[in-house]
């Protein structure tokens, strides 16, 4: 399985939204998530997110996981277990304790272009003033979908893992 993440805020802080999509290994949409943090920073946004989309993960017997994101800030420190930042380093416990429930797991950046499912879906967060879950294609919005559609294409045929 893999897992994209993804916050923002519009301000710094400002009203912030995050997303996260979990494909299969042939890249097909097993689970999606955006929500409505309310005021809050990038990076908080951020970790909040991954650990949101890792509790999905480990509540779901999933345990083999690849783990994308855009912000370099939150994947150095999850990788290292440390942040400059107090704020960001008491998520460390619960973000280290999810990753043990996982298993095998593999952390990598991802340029904000191979992001994109993610950011809409974080973008959808900050408009929408409640959170939304989607499984497959049900009730999936259309752009959504339309993003989806077009990173397969960039998908090799032997699936993503």
């Not at 930042?85 to 191979?114: A, C, K, T, V």
């Amino acid at each position: 399985m893999k897992l994209n993440f993804d916050g923002a805020s519009r301000g710094n802080p400002g009203r912030s939204g995050l997303g996260a999509i979990i494909r299969n290994d042939v890249g097909e949409v097993v689970h999606a998530i955006s929500g409505l943090v309310g005021v809050a920073t990038n990076n908080v946004v951020e970790i909040s997110m991954l650990e949101v989309g890792l509790r999905w993960c480990a509540s779901n017997g999933v345990v083999k996981l690849i783990i994308e994101g855009d912000s370099q800030v939150i994947l150095n420190g999850v990788i290292k277990f440390i942040f400059q930042n107090w704020q960001l380093q008491s998520w460390i416990p619960r973000i280290n304790l999810l990753l043990n429930s996982l298993g095998d797991y593999h952390i990598q950046h991802m340029f904000r272009e191979g992001n994109k499912a993610a950011d809409y879906l974080e973008n959808m967060g900050i408009e929408d003033d409640f959170a939304r879950e989607f499984g497959r294609d049900d009730m999936m919005p259309i752009g959504l979908k339309e993003i989806i559609s077009l990173d397969l294409f960039s998908i090799p045929k032997s699936g993503i893992g």
